[in-house]
């Protein structure tokens, strides 16, 4: 009973310092904050409750699992604390604004982002009249011919 007892007291002991071991192996990440203000392009108004979502790049510029989404409030802004260094990709999607998207290095441990959202442009048709001012050479469309 007593060997058991002096094997058990000998392996939590071992246990424990190999446990110390391993977390001091740990690298300790430096964490950084980031602020961010979501406005019109336009009129710089703030926008509310637009979606920032971020996302961990890894060296090779592909997007890691994870990541965190976070809404704007009303004044359109919004930040986290605690995202480790290196290439993070930013997206801002609004309610009737083009989807924002770029990559950010975060190598500081405060970042202030202010993010312009644009209007989406309208759409190119063919059936519309365009100014012919690359198409000089070109003859115009026969008005008769029916679309196929």
Known sequence: MRNAVRLLAISLLVLTLAAAAAAKE????????????????ENGKPIRNAAVVMHPVDDHDKQERGGFELKTD?????????VPYGKLRIQVLAKGFQT??????????????????????GQYSIYEDHPAEDNKDQKPPDENKKPQ
């Open 26 to 41: 740990k690298k300790h990440e430096p964490l950084a904050t980031i602020n961010f203000v979501v406005v019109r392009d």
């Open 74 to 82: 009303p004044e359109g802004k919004t930040s986290y604390d605690g």
């Open 100 to 121: 924002y998207g770029e990559d950010f290095d975060v190598s500081d441990p405060s970042l202030d982002i202010t993010i312009k959202m644009k209007r989406p442009a």
